[in-house]
């Protein structure tokens, strides 16, 4: 075990020089998206690009599916939870997985949110990033793309954010992906962390 502890140690230094997902100092603090519209992001999104993480290498075919856990209050324009659902394919073993989750935003325009699994996170993922907490859609166009980012202190360390691109379909085009890398760079977050997705052969049932 402490082996293993040491072994992480030593991944987290060689990811701090190559990959910059961690900095010192504070989470950095990102304004809500202006005018969000909660039911426009709902639906289906399929995970594209995300920045490396080592815990998340074995999966694949990553999907969400946003849903209002209240009908009504989506009529009403209420802040309501989202009910997020987590599909996922193991490439190793090919089983598949789903996660349940709800999404609590800040304000009826946020599009800062509260998450919490309903099915505990196995602990290795809990460690370096938990897969509760705040998580934020910094920018979406609703149609073609969200870019998702959380970000976890590390107490006196610094902190550790991730980035994730979702796609209303499994790839994007040329135009559409240079939207995303634009939109990423006036955020002072660095493209180069993103590491394209594994979604070959996923099944259309997913
Ligand atoms: C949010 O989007 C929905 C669906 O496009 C639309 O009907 C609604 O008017 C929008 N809400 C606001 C406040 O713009
Ligand atoms: C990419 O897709 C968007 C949205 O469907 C479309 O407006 C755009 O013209 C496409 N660009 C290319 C190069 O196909």
Known sequence: MMKLIGFGGFVCGFL??????????????????????LTRILGDWYEVERSFYLPEIASGC???AFQPENENAVKLNNIFRLEVAIKTINRLTGSPSINIGYATPESS????????????????????????????????????????????????????DQIWIF?????????????????????????????????KNCPITL
């Not at 998580?135 to 590390?154: E, T």
């Not at 634009?182 to 993103?194: T, V």
Request: overall charge positive.
């Open 16 to 37: 701090l020089v190559t990959v910059g997902g961690y900095g010192f100092g504070r989470c950095p603090k990102y304004p809500s998206m202006p005018k969000f519209n």
């Open 62 to 64: 990553t999907k969400l």
């Open 109 to 160: 325009r946020s599009s800062i949110m509260d998450f919490k699994f309903n099915t505990r996170f196995p602990d290795v993922i809990s460690r370096l990033l938990p897969g509760s907490g705040k998580y934020q859609v910094l920018f979406s166009d609703y149609d073609n793309f969200a870019i998702l980012w959380s970000c976890a202190s590390l107490g006196p360390i610094g902190y550790a």
């Open 167 to 199: 796609g209303r379909d499994r790839d994007f085009n040329v135009t559409i992906r240079s939207k995303i890398y634009d939109s990423l760079k006036r955020l002072g977050l660095e493209p180069d962390r993103l590491v394209i997705s594994k979604n």
